[in-house]
């Protein structure tokens, strides 16, 4: 038994690792967004995007075959379960940049941040049953007042925080989540890789169709070398490799263990903020990133159990 334990242990710690190094990405990819935002519309970003990271994804496939560093395996379960993560993936991003044209200002995307590890965990009780423990709930709110905090709420007006573009961000969030536990089914029929490759390819698919108008095909030229620079990193980078261990630790820890790190995200977004954009750092801001690292511990907790007894 304690053999077991030692090795789930030395698992979970692999994971933890690189997971926390993707949040790490995450959370500088908003320096990239922050630049290219008003270089294209939205729609074009979002399908150059997915279609690179679909794109970037073989090289890494190929790699992994040739050098066994883990073993490929795909079902036609995994492929109906690819369908709609795939969707919802479109759908998220096109939430994401909605929400960007008529939110809060600056600070707005961090809703999604924010709100996502809870609407993670929330699905997480009523589909899977899990229980959470007092120090999860705990972790629960004071990562939602971390957010708060960093968003420095207050300083916007009653207009602003009603926005349609605020309700954008929430769905965003709330289909992430939802992503999130489909990931973690589809994945029991395929390795993550695989999985991630069908994904990001259907929302390719369904990312092109929103964005058919604009003719991002014909136009792939028009735009400009920073842009291309910025579009490479938040597609290869962010995308196929940090994403990707994302759903691999959702399918290593489960889906509200995996889902609390994205409270590192904003807490990164700021300090990159501060540092390239020379943005101010306020005691509240400080405090709410406290917060949010706090929220992290909290809900890696594990939940304590009763242990069996052995009788001869």
């Known amino acids: 038994m304690s053999t077991t334990v030692l090795d789930t242990s030395s698992k979970d710690t692999s994971v933890i690792f690189a997971l926390i190094t993707a949040m790490l990405i995450w959370g500088s990819s908003w320096i990239s967004g922050k630049i290219i935002a008003d270089m294209a519309p939205a729609k074009v970003t979002v399908f150059y995007r997915i279609a690179l990271a679909t794109l970037s994804m073989l090289p890494i496939l190929l790699f992994v075959r040739k050098a066994k560093l883990q073993k490929l395996f795909c079902s036609k379960k995994a492929i109906l379960w690819s369908l709609p993560a795939g969707t919802l993936m479109a759908m998220y991003n096109q939430f994401f940049f909605l929400g960007l044209l008529d939110g809060l200002p600056g600070k707005g995307g961090m809703l999604v941040t924010t709100t996502n590890p809870i609407f993670t965990i929330i699905l997480s009780t009523m589909i899977l049953r899990i229980a959470l423990s007092t120090k999860q709930v705990l972790g629960c709110m004071l990562g939602l007042v971390g957010g708060l905090l960093m968003i420095e709420v207050w300083h916007f007006d009653t207009a602003q ?3 349609s573009g605020n309700a ?14 489909i990931s973690k089914q589809g994945t029991k029929f395929c390795d993550f890789l695989t999985f991630s490759t069908l994904m990001y390819f259907w929302a390719t698919l369904l990312s092109y ?14 735009y400009s070398a920073t842009y291309w620079y910025h579009m490479f ?12 261990i994302f759903f691999l630790a959702t399918q290593q820890l489960g889906p509200s263990r995996s889902s609390s790190f994205i409270f590192i995200v904003p807490v990164t977004a700021m300090g990159m903020s501060i540092w390239y954009f020379n943005e101010s750092l306020s005691l509240t801001m400080f405090l709410g990133g406290a917060f949010a690292l706090c929220a992290v511990y909290l809900l890696n907790q594990p939940v304590k159990t009763v242990p069996n007894t052995i009788t001869k």
């Open 161 to 163: 925080i009603l926005a």
């Open 168 to 181: 954008y961000f929430l769905l965003a969030s709330l289909t992430w989540a939802f992503l999130t536990l």
């Open 209 to 222: 169709i929103f964005a058919y108008d604009l003719s991002p095909i014909q136009n792939i030229t028009s």
């Open 233 to 244: 990193y938040l597609s290869i980078i962010v995308v196929s490799i940090a994403t990707s």
